[in-house]
């Protein structure tokens, strides 16, 4: 089956919203391909579940009030992948202790995926790999950077 440009939109969408929502880590295997993963952080690089699950157990109990926000998802489909290019506003806030207030930061990223065809989720995708700064961030002026 042909990758489309909706069903990748659709699958950007439903990845977010599941990292919004700090969906059980099982539920975000779903959107990770099994073999050949390679997603690149600003804290590190993942290649399998249990560094990834390490990583979302880390975030999630760090960051809250997290809001994504899709700005542009473009696809380059080939027969069985596609290289898809996100910007994606970013806010979250997070607590250093002992201050006396959370922190918050408000950015653009703009990232750079590679997804195939899956039957792990009902997207029909799965995320091989996953550059999370292809460019810099850009911060919101007065938002406080990681």
Known sequence: MRLT???IESFVAGWYLALDRHDPVADAFTFLADRGLDMRFPDGTIHDFATFKAWYDRVTHLFFDEIHVVQSVRSEISSDDAVVDVVVGWQASWFE????????????ATQRWTVRG????????????????AEPFKYSPGFSRL
């Open 5 to 7: 440009h909706q069903q």
């Open 97 to 108: 202790p002992p201050a006396a207030r959370s922190k918050r930061t408000s950015m653009d």
């Open 118 to 133: 899956s039957t792990k989720n009902r997207f029909g995708l799965e995320i091989a790999s996953y550059n999370a700064t």
